[in-house]
């Protein structure tokens, strides 16, 4: 049996810490609209990578570095294989992150509201966190951002924000970025869906890292590949933090294959383009405030006396999962992510039948 001598030997920062919990991974015949997947599968160029796959050399370790994906990636944003490292999905990129700059004396700063994994990796650091508050309603970023953000030594901004779904001006994160004395996160999971994005900042600063994922714009979140950019020195540091072999062989194969294959990304990122800008119009026409989205999903709030909760509850009951977040900024809200066009048109069917009863 397994004892612990009533005593706890877990760190206190761990005992304490709640975990960070991920948004619900239901299946069967369901709509799920609730983690910000792609509705559409992966290029077939990804199939025929996995299909074509040489499961003989599963036997060896992969590529630790995944020099074959940096390459491709590089060649990508016009910058060198030093400047590139890949993650086993941006997650891990984001846990050696804050190992390389957060710590209980080098601090945090978050956005609010934000995605919460940020709050988590630095408890885990045993780090303070300092919250920026976003401006009400529009969920802007504060004029005096550089002010509240003093001290930090690690500043994490997402471009276009989650769960908000907005963007933030180009030229206010340069000036923010060539302002904060500390390192900058970038993280464009969204950026593929918006109209513009950091990579520049990337190339030419040497405290800010460009981040992005393979799980939303590419349609391989079951995969697990992300990568970031920056200055060389920075690349060289997180090195020293990754996991021997972060990225399995198949899942760098399968990147590979799915970052080449510009057409399809292309025209699925147009389609999912043209279902939010109808999903907007469609919420809007029924009294819901819609944040301007340059993501895969819109953050919305119901007019009154609806409840996001209890359409949350509602739809759910009808096997429809979006998300909700029970926090103060952010309870007034659903999260919804791009689907179908069937999809969206069964949700809006549901949501109409909420309004009537
Ligand atoms: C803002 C943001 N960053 C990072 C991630 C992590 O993505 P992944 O680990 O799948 O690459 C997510 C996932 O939802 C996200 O919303």
Redesign the pocket.
């Known amino acids: 049996m397994l004892t612990m001598k009533n005593k706890n030997y877990f760190r206190k920062a761990v005992a304490d810490m709640a975990g960070y919990t991920p ?1 619900e991974q239901p299946s069967g015949d369901i709509i799920k609209i609730n ?2 997947e792609n509705p559409y599968p992966p290029s077939p160029a990804v199939t025929a990578a996995i299909n074509g796959f040489q499961t003989a050399s599963l036997r060896r370790y992969p590529s630790a570095r995944a020099d074959g994906l940096r390459d491709l990636i590089a060649e990508m944003h016009g910058v060198k294989r030093e400047n590139v490292i890949a ?1 086993n ?4 990129l ?1 846990t050696m992150i804050t190992r390389a700059f957060v710590s209980p004396e080098l601090p945090m700063a978050c956005l609010d509201p ?2 919460t ?1 940020y709050r988590d990796l630095a408890a885990m650091q045993e780090a303070k966190i300092i919250t920026v508050e976003l401006e009400p309603e529009t969920f802007a970023l504060p004029e005096n951002l550089l002010e509240q953000a003093k001290g930090a030594n690690l500043l994490m901004i ?1 471009r276009p ?3 908000t779904g907005n963007t933030f001006p180009l030229d206010t994160v340069e000036q923010i970025c060539r302002g904060f004395d500390g390192m900058v996160l970038i ?1 464009e ?2 950026a593929d869906f918006a109209a513009d994005n950091c990579m520049r900042l990337a190339a030419t600063l040497q405290n800010v890292i460009v ?1 992005r ?4 714009s590419y349609s391989l ?1 079951g995969m ?3 990568y970031a950019v920056a200055a060389a020195p920075v690349i060289a540091g997180l090195m020293k933090l990754k996991d021997s072999y972060n990225l399995d062989a198949v899942a760098q194969a399968a990147a590979a294959a799915a970052l080449c294959d510009r057409d399809y990304f292309n025209g699925r990122i147009n389609k999912i383009k043209e279902t939010r800008s109808r999903l907007t119009g469609e919420l809007e026409d029924m009294g819901f405030i819609v944040v301007p989205s340059s993501t895969n999903f819109v953050f919305t709030r119901p007019p009154k006396p609806f409840t996001a909760k209890a359409i949350f509850e509602f739809l759910r009951d009808r096997l429809i999962f979006v998300r909700f977040f029970d926090r103060e900024r952010t309870r007034d809200y659903l999260r919804i992510s791009v689907g179908t066009d069937d999809e969206m048109a069964k949700m809006l069917a549901a949501i109409r039948e909420f309004m009537k009863k």
């Open positions: 948004g983690t910000n993650g999905g941006s997650d891990d984001l934000t995605y994994l997402p924000n989650a769960p993280d999971a969204y981040m994922t393979l799980s939303k979140a697990r590949a992300g």
